[in-house]
Every structure is written in C-alpha cells, then in structure tokens.
C-alpha cells in the first residue's frame, strides 16, 4: 500500500516562489488571475528585511513570466506589531516594486486588535498607491462601518467572512449571522463601491453575487482559495464569465499556517 497523500498539498502552490509562479502561470492559462502568498516569516530584523527582498524578486519574476495577478501581504511579516514606521518603510519598497510591473498588492487583515492601525495604514498609504488593496472581515462588527471608509476613499477591497474572531464578543460565530452580515456588506459594495473582490466559497453567497453583478455590474471579481471548490471557480469563469482569481499560499513550512488555522477555517473564512 502507499502512503497516504499529504492533506494539506492540494491547498499549497509549492514550498518555493519557483513552484508558486509556475502553478500560477499554468492557471493564467486557463484564464484564472493568481495572488500568490508566501506563507512563513520569522520574527525578527533581517527576517523582514528578507521578507522584503523576496517580495520585490516575486514581482520582478512575475513581471518577467508575465503572471497575471498580485501579492498577498501580511504587515506582521515586516514588523509592524514592534515598529510601525519601519514596518510601513518597507511596505512601500514592496508596493514600488510591484507597481513597476503593475502588480497589485492585498494586505491581509490579521487578529481584531490590529484592524484599526493596518486600516489607518492603508487609508493613508492609498493616497499615494491607489491600487493597493486591504482585506476586511464581515464577522466582526465594526466591519460595515470601516467598509464606508474604505469606499468614501474609493479604496479597493477584499471581503471576506473572516478567520479571526474578537476576543471581546465583538464579533458573531453563527455561521448565519455571519453570512447575513457578509451579504450586507456585499451589497453595500456593489450598491457604493468601485473595485472590489468578493472572496468566498459560500453558494449561497457565490450565487447573491452573481446576480448583483448582472443587475449592477461593477469593477469585481471572485477570490477563492486552491484547492477548495475548484469546479466552482471554472463554471464562474466559464458559464458565468465573472472574472476569477485564485488564493496561492506557497512556503517551505505550510504545517505552521494549518497548524493556527486548520484547514476547514481556512475554507470557512472565504
């Protein structure tokens, strides 16, 4: 008998930035926008200084390979909890470099205590980099009311129903509720914003968007993770000719990201 495949494989692009752009030139192909995620950062100057380095080399490959589609960022892996000037300093090398090859960059939204400074980053730096892009996560409550400020600065973002929960009860763990708030804020985007990602595997949620962007098209498009509903993501391309992107983690150590999150919130979160 052989051995029982890796569980988490299907859900990573590869252990390296090599394996990640040839899997993401593969999906362009086919028509599938890519943003690719390095996964793994240690703490730590030269680790983020690192981290910066390969970041600005995955936009000159992608830029070479002519690779649709961006980069996932957390401002975690540039330091920001201990020095957020300096952690922002090298966000902006990160951003430059992606710009040269019109790339975009999406800053992930991490633990509810971080929102308020990394959404007050982005507002701030979205006025010099108006395709720079941030994450926000309908389960918590404040949500819609940052979704009104990140639309009245015509920002661009990325909801989802959020992997994070409030320590301080401010956020809702029904499964419903949760999926009542994302669809409020989705209609919220499509009724108020531009440019917009709407990054789920709910088919609920799936089909609610399909119909909105028919009745009120707008600048939009589906994210959803490798390795989760990959059927689903062709008929939106295919049938539906909604524009698709896919979610693609890559890193040498993966088990430390399914550690924290397993793989089931991974797909819940979206």
Known sequence: ??????????????????????????LNKEGIGTLLVPLECDSGEESFERRVDDLKE???QMGMKMIRGGISVRLSDFGFRVHPDKALERLVRVIRSAEEYALAIWIDMEEPETVS???????????????LSITLQSRLDRT???????????????LVKGEYADP???????????????????ELLFSEGA??????????????????????????EFQMYLGVREDRIRSLLFEGGFPVTLYLPFGSSPDRYFRRTGVKAVSESL
Not at 117 to 131: E, G, I, Q
Not at 144 to 158: E, P, Y
């Open 58 to 60: 995955m936009s000159r």
């Open 117 to 131: 400074p990394t959404l007050d980053a982005y507002l701030d730096l979205r006025k010099k980099f108006p395709h």
């Open 1 to 26: 008998m052989g051995e029982n495949p890796d569980p988490i494989a299907r859900y990573i692009a590869g252990s390296s930035m090599t394996e990640a752009l040839d899997r993401a030139r593969l």
């Open 144 to 158: 819609s009311a940052d979704l009104r400020r990140v639309i009245g600065a015509r920002g661009r973002v990325r």
């Open 168 to 186: 301080s009860g401010k956020s809702a763990n029904d499964p419903d509720e949760i999926r009542r708030r994302y669809r409020g804020d989705m």
């Open 195 to 220: 440019m917009f990602a709407i990054a789920t595997h709910d088919e609920q949620i799936l089909e609610g968007a399909s119909k909105l962007q028919k009745n009120h098209p707008r600048m939009m």
